[in-house]
């Protein structure tokens, strides 16, 4: 009778706990509520001459803020002195509207190696010349010559995903209403 009396016990419990481990109460968020924490980093070696580089694009889904940091060449590297010689990063929404958001204003003047110097920016969609929806970080090479090993770049955003479009969207094109458009 004791043993059946601690299986049954043993077995709600197992019960109980596998009900609650299956329905969480809440999503997982760094940020809570209805948005992601998301970061990402890379090295831009190899970036041809007036190439794009599609970095971060969160469509549908759209960035609230996003602070980025690239590492480029400046003719000077002093606290807002100069803008990058090389790295453009461009905001918003592909096809639609990018706007430059690195400039003098950004550098840091940080350098530990000759030729390069540390730029940071942070950027609240619709605020400052920023677009109101930006769903892409978009790094261009408007230098002369491929980028090197001293040009990084670096990001870390706040994503709403509570706001999925109830009509999906391609960068800024609707969606066909014919089959096979």
Request: proline share 6%; with cysteine; hydrophobic share 45%.
């Amino acid at each position: 009778m004791k043993r059946q009396k601690y299986f049954m016990f043993f077995l709600i419990g197992f019960v109980l706990s596998a009900v609650a481990i299956a329905y969480p109460t809440k999503k997982a968020s760094a940020h809570g509520g209805d948005s992601q924490f998301i970061a990402e980093s890379s090295l831009l070696a190899g970036l041809a001459p007036g190439a794009a580089f599609p970095f971060i694009d969160t469509t549908p889904h759209k960035i609230a803020q996003a602070h980025i940091a690239i590492t480029d060449s400046s003719s000077d590297c002093h606290p807002g002195a100069a803008p990058p010689d090389n790295i453009k990063v461009l905001v918003g929404q592909a096809g639609v509207a990018l706007v430059s958001v690195m400039d003098k204003t950004t550098n840091t003047g940080i350098s530990t190696t000759p030729s390069q110097c540390v730029f940071h920016v942070t950027i609240n969609a619709g605020q400052a010349g920023v677009p109101a929806t930006v769903t892409d970080i978009v790094v261009l090479n408007g230098g002369p010559a491929a980028l090197t090993g001293i040009n990084t770049v670096t990001a870390s955003a706040t994503v709403r995903v509570d706001e999925f479009e109830s009509t999906l969207h391609q960068h800024g094109q609707g969606v066909s209403a014919r089959v096979g458009d």
